[in-house]
């Protein structure tokens, strides 16, 4: 059974069902189905949809707590703590983006920690939601361990995202959603199956010997390889700084695996951090427009070395979206069953 | 002449004499003799006492204002900007992240956008000034056009730095200073003037190919290199927009180039960005210590590929401080001529 295509409107609906199936009220589902879509939409598939059927589990396990009542207390002029009542990270996360927002209005920039949350999906959705409130918007998360330090020989950190976007006049925003490894886990598995050499520097053995061959491949390496991870390493240190160190949540290594494991009842308290940063308390919105209108211009006037264009962060995903908003949204045939798509 | 060993007061108080010379004020010069020290104890020799003889020239060319006043305008209850008035970017930045502690202080988080400055040195002298106080840090600034975009021919941004850094208890604290590409232009030079080829998709020629030829190499190519430089890429353009377009300052391609110009008289309008985030406003200070106690703990425990250690950020350079402390600085040949250091 191959993949099949669906609307957006119907798969956004089928991912409520099966939301509101588990007990999650009206809130918690449209929060969940609006940061699968976003994935979905943009071709971050191993965000996406296929993620529901993860969800439904652990929300049935009582990992997840489907009457989660997330609760705000803001700490300072310019911060707030959320707390998600270990329910779906996306509600938790899309209420402190509003909460970041918030407060960036009134005191220009807006930082909240996340504790007691769950895994959020793609991070870009956080940083994107932040700048369609015409703000710079920063997120980021902590998760398991599956990526090795600089010449280290054990998974440490995960892969741990880096999210900014940022408003642009007519246009989508500028959208930069990127792991700290090279690849994601997935895209060794992917390897696996297609018998394919995976490229330089990505991934690494058991002994933390760097390898191109994806059936020996057990660890991810940072962005940077073998020369340079010690830079990928370092930003996902940031993440974990700033998600768990900062907001007192849990530590990589001392994740409950997110998958692979039999604990589906157990609490994972992930933490993340967002940030909102509003143009008209530095040199003014109209300027900052003018600014980043300038920055693209100047950018898409380099030539690319295929002949080509070259692509600011976002540009790919804004002609994915397109693109899958006319032909519709390619959906795996184990996601496809599981929401009742008929083939 | 081969470099000389020079101790760290030593060279301060040249540093310090030199500025004076060119009429800059005890505040100034002091601002950039402490960040200019803090890359030559921590071994980040091209930001540190070499670029003296540079910044001497540019101040007797009316580039960078000797007599500059450096103001500072509170726009929010977490926001600042500050005007260099085209002076030092070091006095420009330290006074920036005066502010940025302070309002922190006040507020939870500080947010800093610097106009009209020049040349700062190191980012992570800024960010560290920030952990020293308590908090995590964040620095970064843009820079003229030296590193090709994902797959782009000509260069386009700066080796823009991100530095990160955050207090840990009774150690130096945790400093991630980083250029977005993979490395710096010298190392380019370096390797030419040693005949040695360049490490794979560091550096590309003049149609934008990647080369290891270092004789060839006309641009560098973003963090990620061939195969990931988009993140590199995206991560520069972070740099850019908040030091550049958020606070309406020069872009990348736009500087009257820092050195190889005839033009010394026309301040370069530099714009940087800083953040201070202090963790009593999140899980609290205690458990921020904690935690990163935990996170540096359990990084150390991870056996290293080579039957060394595992380092975290800044683990290297404050090694090498110790090391300089006890030994002495070394100084090239050029820059100490220029100080007066006899031999």
Same mark, same amino acid.
């Given at each position: 059974? *191959?993949?099949?295509?669906?609307?957006?409107?119907?798969?956004?609906?089928?991912?409520?069902?099966?939301?509101?199936?588990?007990?999650?009220?009206?809130? !918690?589902?449209?929060?969940?189905?609006?940061?699968?879509?976003?994935?979905?939409?943009?071709?971050?598939?191993?965000?996406?949809?296929?993620?529901?059927?993860?969800?439904?589990?652990?929300?049935?396990?009582?990992?997840?707590?489907?009457?989660?009542?997330?609760?705000?207390?803001?700490?300072?002029?310019?911060?707030?703590?959320?707390?998600?009542?270990?329910?779906?990270?996306?509600?938790?996360?899309?209420?402190?983006?509003?909460?970041?927002?918030?407060?960036?209005?009134?005191?220009?920039?807006?930082?909240?920690?996340?504790?007691?949350?769950?895994?959020? =999906?793609? *991070?870009?959705?956080?940083?994107?939601?932040?700048?369609?409130? !015409?703000?710079?918007?920063?997120?980021?998360?902590?998760?398991?361990?599956?990526?090795?330090?600089?010449?280290?020989?054990?998974?440490?950190?995960?892969?741990?995202?880096?999210?900014?976007?940022?408003?642009?006049?007519?246009?989508?925003?500028?959208?930069?959603?990127?792991?700290?490894?090279?690849?994601?886990?997935?895209?060794?598995?992917?390897?696996?199956?297609?018998? #394919?050499?995976?490229?330089?520097?990505?991934?690494?053995?058991?002994?933390? *010997?760097?390898?191109?061959?994806?059936?020996?491949?057990?660890?991810?390496?940072?962005?940077?390889?073998?020369?340079? =991870?010690? #830079?990928?390493?370092?930003?996902? =240190?940031?993440?974990?700084?700033?998600?768990?160190?900062?907001?007192?949540?849990?530590?990589?290594?001392?994740?409950?695996?997110?998958?692979?494991?039999?604990?589906?009842?157990?609490?994972?308290?992930?933490?993340?951090?967002?940030?909102?940063?509003?143009?008209?308390?530095?040199?003014?919105?109209?300027?900052? *427009?003018?600014?980043?209108?300038?920055?693209?211009?100047?950018?898409?006037? $380099?030539?690319?070395?295929?002949?080509?264009? $070259?692509?600011?962060? =976002?540009?790919?995903?804004?002609?994915?979206?397109?693109?899958?908003?006319?032909?519709?949204?390619?959906?795996?045939?184990?996601?496809?069953?599981?929401?009742?798509?008929?083939?």
């Amino acid at each position: 059974m *191959a993949e099949i295509l669906v609307t957006a409107d119907e798969l956004a609906k089928r991912l409520m069902a099966a939301l509101a199936a588990e007990g999650v009220d009206e809130e !918690g589902a449209a929060a969940t189905t609006m940061a699968l879509m976003h994935a979905s939409r943009l071709g971050v598939d191993s965000h996406g949809a296929r993620l529901i059927k993860h969800y439904c589990k652990v929300l049935r396990g009582g990992r997840v707590n489907a009457h989660a009542v997330v609760s705000c207390h803001r700490t300072g002029p310019a911060t707030a703590m959320v707390d998600g009542d270990n329910g779906l990270g996306h509600l938790t996360s899309y209420r402190a983006v509003s909460v970041a927002i918030e407060i960036a209005r009134e005191s220009g920039v807006g930082a909240v920690g996340a504790t007691r949350s769950s895994h959020f =999906g793609a *991070a870009g959705a956080y940083a994107l939601a932040i700048a369609e409130a !015409g703000m710079i918007g920063f997120a980021t998360t902590n998760t398991d361990s599956i990526v090795g330090l600089f010449e280290g020989t054990e998974p440490f950190h995960g892969t741990n995202p880096l999210a900014f976007a940022a408003p642009v006049t007519g246009e989508k925003p500028w959208l930069l959603d990127m792991a700290t490894s090279s690849i994601p886990l997935n895209r060794v598995l992917l390897y696996r199956s297609l018998g #394919k050499e995976l490229p330089d520097g990505v991934a690494a053995d058991e002994n933390g *010997a760097p390898t191109r061959d994806p059936n020996v491949a057990q660890m991810l390496l940072p962005l940077g390889g073998e020369g340079f =991870g010690f #830079k990928g390493a370092g930003l996902a =240190g940031v993440a974990t700084l700033l998600s768990a160190v900062l907001t007192g949540t849990t530590l990589d290594p001392d994740f409950i695996p997110m998958v692979n494991t039999d604990n589906i009842s157990t609490p994972r308290n992930m933490g993340h951090f967002f940030l909102a940063i509003d143009p008209a308390r530095f040199a003014g919105a109209n300027v900052f *427009a003018a600014g980043m209108r300038a920055y693209l211009d100047s950018l898409r006037k $380099v030539p690319a070395a295929d002949g080509g264009k $070259v692509m600011a962060p =976002g540009d790919r995903e804004w002609d994915v979206e397109a693109q899958r908003l006319r032909d519709g949204i390619p959906i795996d045939s184990e996601t496809a069953a599981f929401l009742n798509f008929s083939h």
